[in-house]
């Protein structure tokens, strides 16, 4: 899949646990469930999002998903194929 170079993340909800409705600048929208991804990492930097409160702190900022002062952010092609 194409990922167009000028689409953004234009907004985010949270659906449940660590899923996120995404919804693309294109009209695209997507759930991304990040709960395997923070599950398997050895980081405890990383880990610390599966913690509920910490995990829906997060905010788009210029278009891209970030959490904290951009502690977590995905590159916006993985989450518009919705692989992590």
């Known amino acids: ?3 167009p170079a000028e689409v953004y993340v234009e907004r985010a909800r949270h ?3 660590q899923a ?4 693309f600048s294109n009209g695209r929208q997507r759930t991304v469930d990040f709960g395997p991804f923070l ?6 930097h990383i880990r610390a999002f599966l913690d509920p409160e910490k995990f829906a702190s997060f905010a788009v900022r210029d278009g891209d998903l970030v959490w904290g002062d951009w502690e977590l952010c995905f ?3 993985d989450l518009y194929r919705g692989r992590i």
């Open 1 to 3: 899949m194409t990922v």
């Open 15 to 17: 659906v449940k646990d």
């Open 20 to 23: 996120l409705r995404l919804f």
């Open 39 to 44: 599950a398997g990492s050895a980081n405890p």
């Open 75 to 77: 590159p916006i092609a």
